[in-house]
Nanobody, 124 residues
Framework: QVQLVESGGGLVQAGGSLRVSCAAS????????MGWFRQAPGKEREFVAA????????YYADSVKGRFTISRDNAKNTVYLQMNSLKPEDTAVYSC?????????????????WGQGTQVTVSS
């Protein structure tokens, strides 16, 4: 099973940018579809973005479309989430997830490996 570790979270002002990373170990990341999810206090975890194993397809939640970009560097075994025009409602713990079964990126379930998450806080 692949192990995932997120980094890059922090405190940023509204309108600012932040990039979070997800480093994989144990298995080659190129074998996995990857996703980013987030969970705000008192709320359920929600899907943010996904990228196919090859990087050829991406998919975004409506709430982040046009502001966030998911990308991957399989040679570095790392997935990124570039977040621009951040809003206070983007405040959450952001976690990456890997899916060993290759499905369409619009399928937001069946992720089977998860990182511990990194906190992103957007101040108003």
């Amino acid at each position: 099973q692949v192990q995932l570790v997120e980094s890059g979270g922090g405190l940023v002002q509204a309108g600012g940018s932040l990039r979070v990373s997800c480093a994989a170990s144990g298995r080659a990341l190129s074998n996995y579809d990857m996703g980013w999810f987030r969970q705000a206090p008192g709320k359920e975890r929600e899907f943010v973005a996904a990228i196919s194993w090859s990087g050829g397809s991406t998919y975004y939640a409506d709430s982040v479309k046009g502001r966030f970009t998911i990308s991957r560097d399989n040679a570095k075994n790392t997935v990124y989430l570039q977040m621009n025009s951040l809003k206070p409602e983007d405040t959450a713990v952001y976690s990456c997830a890997a899916r060993s079964v290759h499905l369409s990126v619009v399928v937001t379930i069946r992720y089977d490996s998860w990182g511990q998450g990194t906190q992103v806080t957007v101040s108003s």
